[in-house]
């Protein structure tokens, strides 16, 4: 090609990819929302101001509780009316509507899972002026819709798949809510995994690799299931080692859509009297989920005759999910309770119902749910369930180390799972309560509003109290413990009802003057009601307590500081772990205690992101699991792995006691111990971090693990990587106060992270600070999209509103009239 040519044909390129892009970023401004000026808004009945702050923080002020919620709605939906259409359309199954066939398996699951008829159901128990207020909300959702389909200023998003967002309701936001708290139960997996892991190595092996806490092992299995999967073993070894029916892994599409997805992390404290500077009480909370394109949280303050609250909001759900009102402060911890069971079902051989003690058989109950999909014609979803549970065989998938997948299993039995969401929610009505509360005690009778999620309430008030208060409906059982499946075939297993909320652990200015909760264990070993089974590691717990201890007299400053603590207690106990074996380990292998020395054992155990010691320990976890693991479990470490993202793991116990009875590779002539596996995994971890950083001066974590917040079209060919944010060089760990958890075998990909930070400060609301990873706003272009992550990443908070912005930092007001 002539030379004139070529260029002439680069120029042509240059100048289409400019116009389009310069086209793509006027489509996308044009979407934004300003914040100064006025606006008339049919429906509202009287003005409502709008005071923008730094970061574009909104102070709502209105006359009526009702005109309030219709202008959060308004106001919310103009910086995330695309992330709360994808919410919705997620946990209704309706994501096909939009995207097509290749959602499907997530629409067939959250069918499956029944999150829409929950939310019909305590939809239909809210007061009339419960259901009132979420109506306002809607018709602000509405109002914007309506404007912005009419002047053509929907988000870029919406062009993209040339869709329109559809008439937000009340059950919408329901909906919203009834995800999140499906996200905080985690035990449907766990039971799967023990299956698949049962039917590779017994019953009784299995159960090792799902401790309960440090040094306390899991409940006994069944007598009744073990001698059933006895059977079953031999046969599934007998047809090899292949899935059984399968679907493409649910929580990679959701992950991929920028989603929540289930998390089990969380950090809260409370501190008051002699543990402060002051004797005034501080609360510190950062709740700790994957992280997305826009960020869950939206930042607000509301003001009303009868409601005065600022704080982050859940978009889609009106009110503040954490926040304090003028009395009080409040935040969550996932409390890691079990609240899903598995009953294994034995199918008669009519195929069309269960087996029941004493000969006797129940029919399979049947219901249809249609799923439209965009251009291809609507599905039949025939969805199954017996008196124990739904039936979830036909929504497993194969396991892809994704954090959300749900393992697939070659039985011939039937899987119903049995959760708490029998009973209608009243959670709106609990938050309502709560942003109108005035009292420890109030916070505390609120939250049990709260039946379908098992949460930690941690509050603080002005007078100088601190709470904590337990949510949710934990089930009464059987005989079984509930940390395995149990047979459904045998009388005696099932649930016998739930255990009344006055059992739910409640602490109020306990001694000690200190309340800490980071997915740890909150009761005692004895406690009457067993909250749950598999519990997380207390490090992170007993992380914050030996910083609140070495403090002294704390102020507001010290907590955030402690919220960036990054020193890892699982590297301690491998350090001291590896001391215990220094003479097995020399003897057996001394270049693999040379890397020890060099790499681990004069570390700190801080995972700073500039730490090459850190990196080493990073990649050493992996190949620890590898090493104990891999020659029994095969394809299986990856289900078993991923249950540490969720729970104290067995290689945490591992590294505390010098247990195991997985030391022995089974594919050697020889008998290995402790000193050969620590040999073959320092070894491992040397060699990927050489080949992953062949220059050893570049060695350090943040070269290695990376953080990216995912958007819904972050896969998209060329432009992908204008809506993900990212990748970022991270340091942190899954232990660490300061969390960035990856997934156990892939370490260099952070998936859950710190959704916001906040310090509240009760005796002077004005000191409260807080940050979020990204910004307030979903649009492509906007510059208040990411203007908070250079301080989430390095620390720094900013302080949250109250009582508005001054005039000094308001960057303009938005005033709302009523329209016709």
């Given at each position: 090609?002539?030379?004139?040519?070529?260029?002439?044909?680069v120029?042509?390129?240059?100048?289409?990819?400019?116009?389009?892009?310069?086209?793509?970023?006027?489509?996308?401004k044009?979407?934004?929302?300003?914040?100064?000026?006025?606006?008339?808004?049919?429906?509202?009945?009287?003005?409502?101001?709008?005071?923008?702050g730094?970061?574009?923080?909104?102070?709502?002020?209105?006359?009526?509780?009702?005109?309030?919620?219709?202008?959060?709605?308004?106001?919310?939906?103009?910086?995330?009316?695309?992330?709360m259409?994808?919410?919705?359309?997620?946990?209704?199954?309706?994501?096909?509507?939009?995207?097509?066939?290749?959602?499907?398996?997530?629409?067939?699951f959250?069918?499956?899972?029944?999150?829409?008829?929950?939310?019909e159901?305590?939809l239909?128990?809210?007061?009339?002026?419960?259901?009132s207020?979420?109506?306002?909300?809607?018709?602000?959702?509405?109002?914007?819709?309506?404007?912005?389909?009419?002047?053509?200023?929907?988000?870029?998003?919406?062009?993209?798949?040339?869709?329109?967002?559809?008439?937000?309701?009340?059950q919408?936001?329901?909906?919203?809510?009834?995800?999140m708290?499906?996200?905080?139960?985690?035990?449907?997996r766990?039971?799967?995994?023990?299956?698949r892991l049962?039917?590779?190595?017994?019953?009784?092996?299995?159960?090792?690799?799902?401790?309960?806490?440090?040094?306390?092992?899991?409940?006994?299995?069944?007598?009744?299931?073990?001698?059933?999967?006895?059977?079953?073993?031999?046969?599934?070894?007998?047809?090899?080692?292949?899935?059984?029916?399968?679907?493409?892994?649910?929580?990679?599409?959701?992950?991929?859509?920028?989603l929540?997805?289930?998390?089990?992390?969380?950090?809260?404290?409370?501190v008051?009297?002699?543990?402060?500077a002051?004797?005034?009480?501080?609360?510190?909370?950062?709740?700790?989920?994957a992280g997305?394109?826009?960020?869950?949280?939206?930042?607000?303050?509301?003001?009303?005759?009868d409601?005065?609250?600022?704080?982050?909001?859940?978009?889609?759900?009106?009110?503040?999910?954490?926040?304090?009102?003028?009395?009080?402060?409040?935040?969550?911890?996932?409390?890691?309770?079990?609240?899903?069971?598995?009953?294994?079902?034995?199918?008669?051989?009519?195929?069309?119902?269960?087996e029941?003690?004493?000969?006797?058989?129940e029919?399979?109950?049947?219901?249809?749910?249609?799923?439209?999909?965009k251009?291809?014609?609507?599905?039949?979803?025939?969805?199954?369930s017996?008196?124990?549970?739904?039936?979830?065989?036909?929504?497993?998938?194969?396991?892809?180390?994704?954090?959300?997948?749900?393992?697939s299993?070659?039985?011939?039995?039937?899987?119903?799972?049995?959760?708490?969401?029998?009973?209608?929610?009243?959670?709106?009505?609990?938050?309502?309560?709560?942003?109108?509360?005035?009292?420890?005690?109030?916070?505390?009778?609120a939250?049990?509003?709260?039946?379908?999620?098992?949460?930690?309430?941690?509050?603080a008030?002005?007078?100088?109290?601190?709470a904590?208060?337990?949510?949710?409906?934990?089930?009464?059982?059987?005989?079984?413990?509930?940390?395995?499946?149990?047979?459904?075939?045998?009388?005696?297993?099932?649930?016998?009802?739930?255990?009344?909320?006055t059992?739910?652990?409640?602490?109020?200015?306990?001694?000690?003057?200190?309340?800490?909760?980071?997915?740890?264990?909150i009761?005692?070993?004895?406690?009457?009601?067993?909250?749950?089974?598999?519990?997380?590691?207390?490090?992170r717990?007993?992380?914050?307590?030996?910083?609140?201890?070495?403090?002294?007299?704390?102020?507001?400053?010290?907590?955030?500081?402690?919220?960036?603590?990054?020193?890892?207690?699982?590297?301690?106990?491998?350090?001291?772990?590896?001391?215990?074996?220094?003479?097995?380990?020399?003897?057996?292998?001394?270049?693999?205690?040379?890397?020890?020395?060099?790499?681990?054992?004069?570390?700190?155990?801080?995972?700073?992101?500039?730490?090459?010691?850190?990196?080493?320990?990073?990649?050493?976890?992996?190949?620890?699991?590898?090493?104990?693991?891999?020659?029994?479990?095969?394809?299986?470490?990856?289900?078993?792995?991923?249950?540490?993202?969720?729970?104290?793991?067995?290689?945490?116990?591992?590294?505390?006691?010098?247990?195991?009875?997985?030391?022995?590779?089974?594919t050697?002539?020889?008998?290995?111990?402790?000193?050969?596996?620590?040999?073959?995994?320092?070894?491992?971890?040397?060699?990927?971090?050489?080949?992953?950083?062949?220059?050893?001066?570049?060695?350090?974590?943040?070269?290695?693990?990376?953080?990216?917040?995912?958007?819904?079209?972050?896969?998209?060919?060329?432009?992908?990587?204008?809506?993900?944010?990212?990748?970022?060089?991270?340091?942190?760990?899954?232990?660490t106060?300061?969390?960035?958890?990856?997934?156990p075998?892939?370490?260099?990909?952070?998936?859950?992270?710190?959704?916001?930070?906040?310090?509240?400060?009760?005796?002077?609301?004005?000191?409260?600070?807080?940050?979020?990873?990204?910004?307030?706003?979903?649009?492509?272009?906007?510059?208040?999209?990411?203007?908070?992550?250079?301080?989430?990443?390095?620390?720094?908070?900013?302080?949250?509103?109250?009582?508005?912005?001054?005039?000094?930092?308001?960057?303009?007001?938005?005033?709302?009239?009523?329209?016709?």
């Amino acid at each position: 090609m002539p030379r004139r040519i070529l260029v002439l044909v680069v120029a042509i390129l240059v100048i289409a990819i400019s116009v389009g892009a310069a086209g793509l970023f006027l489509v996308a401004k044009g979407g934004e929302p300003s914040y100064s000026g006025s606006l008339a808004v049919p429906g509202l009945e009287a003005p409502v101001r709008v005071s923008y702050g730094p970061h574009a923080i909104p102070t709502i002020e209105a006359d009526s509780l009702h005109d309030l919620l219709f202008a959060q709605g308004y106001v919310v939906a103009r910086e995330r009316m695309w992330q709360m259409d994808l919410l919705r359309r997620l946990a209704g199954g309706r994501l096909a509507e939009v995207f097509g066939v290749r959602v499907l398996p997530a629409d067939r699951f959250f069918r499956t899972m029944g999150l829409d008829r929950e939310a019909e159901r305590s939809l239909a128990v809210l007061n009339l002026e419960e259901m009132s207020l979420l109506e306002s909300y809607a018709a602000g959702v509405n109002a914007y819709r309506t404007e912005a389909a009419a002047e053509r200023r929907l988000p870029l998003e919406y062009l993209v798949v040339r869709a329109e967002p559809a008439p937000w309701t009340p059950q919408d936001s329901l909906l919203i809510g009834g995800y999140m708290a499906w996200t905080q139960s985690y035990n449907l997996r766990a039971e799967l995994t023990f299956l698949r892991l049962a039917a590779r190595i017994g019953a009784e092996r299995a159960r090792e690799l799902f401790p309960t806490d440090a040094g306390i092992p899991a409940p006994e299995v069944s007598s009744e299931l073990v001698r059933e999967l006895a059977q079953q073993q031999g046969r599934i070894r007998m047809r090899g080692d292949r899935e059984g029916p399968t679907i493409e892994p649910v929580l990679e599409i959701v992950d991929r859509l920028g989603l929540p997805l289930p998390a089990a992390a969380s950090n809260g404290w409370a501190v008051n009297g002699p543990r402060t500077a002051d004797g005034a009480a501080l609360l510190a909370n950062d709740p700790h989920l994957a992280g997305s394109m826009p960020g869950i949280w939206y930042m607000l303050e509301l003001i009303a005759p009868d409601l005065h609250v600022a704080g982050a909001n859940l978009p889609g759900v009106p009110l503040v999910m954490i926040g304090h009102n003028r009395d009080l402060a409040w935040g969550f911890t996932s409390t890691i309770a079990d609240t899903q069971d598995i009953f294994v079902e034995r199918l008669l051989p009519d195929g069309m119902s269960v087996e029941r003690a004493g000969g006797r058989s129940e029919p399979i109950a049947t219901r249809v749910e249609r799923i439209s999909v965009k251009g291809a014609e609507a599905l039949d979803l025939i969805i199954r369930s017996t008196g124990n549970g739904v039936i979830v065989n036909d929504i497993l998938g194969p396991i892809t180390k994704t954090p959300m997948d749900l393992p697939s299993l070659d039985t011939p039995h039937l899987l119903a799972l049995r959760e708490t969401n029998d009973l209608p929610d009243r959670a709106f009505a609990g938050l309502l309560r709560l942003n109108q509360a005035e009292t420890l005690e109030e916070a505390g009778e609120a939250i049990l509003e709260f039946k379908h999620v098992v949460l930690n309430l941690m509050s603080a008030h002005r007078d100088g109290g601190i709470a904590l208060q337990v949510s949710g409906i934990l089930p009464q059982r059987g005989k079984g413990s509930g940390a395995f499946p149990s047979p459904g075939w045998v009388d005696g297993y099932a649930w016998q009802g739930l255990i009344p909320q006055t059992r739910n652990p409640r602490r109020v200015d306990p001694p000690g003057a200190a309340l800490i909760t980071a997915n740890n264990r909150i009761v005692p070993v004895e406690y009457p009601v067993t909250i749950s089974n598999a519990w997380m590691a207390p490090f992170r717990a007993e992380r914050i307590a030996e910083r609140l201890d070495a403090a002294g007299r704390l102020t507001p400053e010290a907590m955030a500081e402690i919220q960036t603590d990054r020193i890892s207690t699982q590297a301690r106990l491998a350090q001291a772990a590896l001391r215990r074996i220094e003479i097995d380990l020399q003897a057996v292998d001394q270049a693999a205690w040379n890397i020890a020395a060099e790499e681990l054992l004069d570390w700190d155990g801080d995972m700073a992101g500039s730490s090459r010691p850190a990196a080493f320990f990073a990649l050493l976890e992996p190949a620890l699991y590898r090493a104990l693991y891999e020659d029994e479990l095969g394809e299986d470490l990856d289900a078993m792995t991923a249950m540490a993202m969720f729970a104290y793991s067995p290689l945490q116990e591992m590294l505390r006691s010098g247990r195991s009875s997985f030391w022995d590779d089974v594919t050697t002539s020889w008998i290995e111990g402790p000193a050969e596996i620590w040999a073959r995994a320092l070894k491992a971890a040397k060699a990927d971090l050489e080949a992953r950083i062949p220059n050893p001066d570049d060695a350090r974590l943040d070269r290695i693990r990376t953080l990216t917040f995912p958007h819904a079209f972050g896969t998209l060919p060329l432009v992908g990587r204008l809506f993900n944010v990212g990748p970022i060089g991270v340091g942190g760990n899954a232990d660490t106060v300061n969390v960035m958890k990856p997934m156990p075998l892939a370490p260099e990909e952070s998936v859950f992270i710190p959704s916001m930070r906040v310090v509240y400060t009760p005796a002077d609301w004005a000191g409260t600070r807080g940050v979020l990873p990204l910004g307030q706003s979903g649009h492509l272009f906007s510059p208040h999209r990411t203007d908070q992550l250079e301080a989430w990443l390095t620390g720094q908070t900013f302080a949250w509103p109250w009582n508005g912005p001054s005039e000094q930092e308001a960057i303009g007001i938005l005033m709302l009239a009523p329209g016709l």
